[in-house]
């Protein structure tokens, strides 16, 4: 009976530890270059303006760009990217910020990123800063196999690479839960080993089935998005409208259509992963005592005395390492 | 072949079968042999043959296996492991409190003491935290103590080599007679004031008194909190190997580990109400990691081209500076301030309504997490290494004000593990309309910088009692140091099941030494919280945190070596296919020779 309460106040306390996570980050990756694989950026970049017109902050968002359609010289409309025939969009926009571009996506790269392995001069904004507190949507397209997913024609990262990768994530408690969605031919394999914990996974198609555009711009020339990406944009784009949506993965998921993909997707709540979350706390304004600054500074002045005969021989040292807080 | 031929049905070809095979054998006999080999070419070629094996055998093995075998450091794993699980130290908090009994017999003193102490003890359920009792040494010989001189001096006399730091001092001072023990908390320094009236000291005779349980209950209230924390701390981080399950199923030792914290377990979570957890828990989440380094970013965001200006430097001069020198010990603070004007809202957020009701502009509350446009404000933190601490002031437009949320009216709020907004009003007393000034003067800013204050103090995990804030910044010493030796644990977990699951991947010596350093450090910083130098400890808990990250963080621990057994036959075939098999049919060639020749030699 006591071992039975002792487990069910854990079984509780657990519950209540996970139950939150304070930032959103997504990781979005398109794996291939040339023109002819437009509609894998016009994916990519799709999401990359969904994730951040739910609030996202591009400090948060790295996106991987192998190529550059806008400005590919085939290009009939120069400096812009659409995703649909009827050009109502410019993807491209005036504001993207792209992490990581042409040569720099490369398997390395992508696993240094997701385990943190980087060295310091990696810039901020090209890190995954998350720890246990978030969430992490990583999307990848581009194309694959049977547990592998082609990056640039000149390397390719394996199911177990990954699923790797995700486990040193989650031994460092870099998640708290990952949404991993896949957009390439046989996409189901590349979470098939996938062992580590808190991972929902969905993917466009089952192994031995391809994965199909959805259709064709006659004058950009090609493809411009795939269906699987297609219809996750449908729903995210006609249910999803403010950050306050109440709309779950589950609903999402529920409405894939094989016979509109044309393949079986794959699964294994949208705005925890899409959108930006702050559970902010709200004050009210007559919480706070106005005389922290007078109460600190008073305190600052016996607290230094008490200090420095307490801690005379530890503060010398400390003193002399000490950098003052500059302001700028 | 010629097995093949033979099951051939004979009438095919029956010409051919009859003549051909005949006369192709006539031919063969006809053939001329080639001269018989000289002993010295045969001698010389099993002499290439033997060079070549020796080659491959000696030299091309060899460098094959070195420059295929990974580097693997020696690590402690089971030292790492045993950290992990909270074996290698239990952390334990005892509290150094003094008291200053200037007008108190040194016998009754002691006597007070002991049965003060006797009453905490009976109080406290929780043994890693408790609080110990001492008299200053000189507590008869001074002159009845008010004002902070004289409590240096008693503190620096009676701190000598190997002690702790002193929590808290309890003063006992002479209150009107008559009247039941008082206690009042110093807002300004780590001191308690406990006044008493001559007939509520124990007789010596008594093991028990009203004075002594008073003081006991008052310590254990001022102390509550801080042990719920702690508690809650090592409940969670007990369980380190129970939320990793798939690492618990490889370790056995994993077992004991969870066995041992289970004794702990159930008294600590049960001690502490369902409110008090909740609250723990709402900090943790609101909270940053504890970090060396905080930047803190001020941004002042206007919809409108006004105010245009703040009195920023002076105000904080005055009113932040104080409160970032006191938390100078736990951590360095750098500043930076921005003005962004025609700042809008993001387009998927309501523009605010206006409420007849409250006479202002609200926001919905369901808003607030998209008040910010992270597409449009330049809130990006890339400044160096440690967390950036965002505070946003925004005016709103003046056809706009006032703006508050919805439901309470409030105009500030905290948005965890990022920073804090907060709306600043133009006062609306004296004129109908409100004005925005073009610019903020220091007495503008004076409410919002006391927002911010608080909303700093909350951000980096200060708890919400006691009142008096020197008691909680030590307190927060305390629980970040525990909080760092549990993540440097962790870490060092970690990388012990990572070593032992991924043996593809390389360990340099960097890894060792760092996560030896680390191990030091831990230990040193274990020993220092035994004998209550939290200070220290704090300082020992930075670097093994530091070290461990830098360990598990190597740049060249990458594991992207995963070959499928196909691909290493692919990369291996081309290679061994040329040169392979003209080697070992060579060796097999003059093998058959030198056993040929053996037989003859052994016919003759």
Known sequence: ?328 | MASVKENEPPTATPQEENGTPKTLKSIAFAKKTPPPEKAESVRLRAFVILSFWAVVIFLGLPTWWITTSIYRADLPLQEMMEWADGKACRPVFPLQILIETPSLAEADAQHLLRTTQHALDDLNEFSAHHLRLSLTQDSLSSPPASDSDNLTENDSQTTNEGEGDVALLIRLLQGEAGSSPRAELQPDSPTLDVYYTNNQIPPTSSSSSPLASFIADTLQNIFAEEQATIAYMLSANSGISAGAPASAANSPHSQFGSATSREQRPSLIRSLSPNLTANIERRSTRSFKSSPTYHLTLSLFSPNSVPSSWDIEAALEEYLSPLLEALDPLSNFTIDTQVQLYASFSPSVQEPRFDAELGAWTLRREDLSGFINAAEWPLSPSIGTGPTVNFILYVPAEDKAPLVVGNNGASSWLIPQWGGVSILNPPTANTSRPRIPEHLTKEDLRPALAVFSHQLLSLLGSPQSPSSLPLRLLTMTRVQTASLIFSASSTLGALARLTQALPSIAIPETVASSVESTITHLNNACDDLREGRFRGALQHGRIAEAEAERGFFEKSMVGQVYFPDEHKVAVYLPLLGPVGVPLIMGALKELKRVLRQRRQRQTI
């Open chain 1, 1 to 328: 009976m006591r071992l039975l309460l002792t487990l069910f106040g854990l079984l509780l306390y657990l519950a209540l530890a996970s139950a939150e996570h304070t930032s959103n980050w997504a990781v979005l990756v398109c794996t291939s270059r040339f023109w002819f694989n437009y509609r894998h950026l016009a994916n990519v970049l799709s999401l990359y303006r969904t994730v951040k017109r739910l609030g996202i902050p591009d400090s948060q968002i790295i996106l991987m760009l192998p190529d550059d359609m806008a400005c590919n010289p085939r290009n009939a409309f120069p400096g812009t990217v659409y995703n649909n025939a009827d050009r109502a969009l410019d993807l491209y926009g005036d504001n993207i910020e792209v992490d990581y571009r042409g040569y720099e996506v490369t398997v390395e790269n992508f696993i240094r990123l997701l385990t943190d392995r980087v060295g310091e001069e990696m810039p901020r904004s090209k890190r995954l800063l998350t720890d246990d507190r978030s969430n992490i949507l990583v999307y990848m397209t581009g194309h694959g196999g049977n547990e592998f997913l082609k990056f640039q024609d000149a390397e390719e990262i394996s199911a177990f690479d990954l699923a790797d990768a995700f486990e040193q994530m989650w031994e460092k408690k870099r998640y708290h839960e990952m949404l991993f969605m896949i957009d390439t031919c046989q996409a189901n394999t590349m979470y098939s080993k996938i062992y580590s914990p808190n991972i929902i996974s969905t993917g466009s198609s089952e192994i031995d089935q391809s994965s199909y555009s959805h259709h064709a711009d006659n004058d950009v020339g090609v493809a411009v998005i795939d269906r699987y990406t297609y219809y996750n944009l449908d729903f995210l784009e006609t249910h999803v409208r403010e950050p306050s949506s109440k709309m779950t993965l589950g609903d999402l998921f529920d409405s894939y259509d094989e016979a509109k993909i044309h393949s079986h997707p794959g699964i294994r709540l949208v705005m925890d992963f899409f959108g930006n979350v702050q559970n902010v706390e709200v004050e009210n304004g007559a919480f706070w005592p106005d005389d922290l600054p007078d109460l600190a500074s008073r305190y600052w002045h016996i607290y230094t005395r008490v200090l420095s005969l307490h801690f005379s021989k530890n503060r010398n040292t400390e003193k002399e390492t000490r950098s003052s807080h500059g302001k700028n």
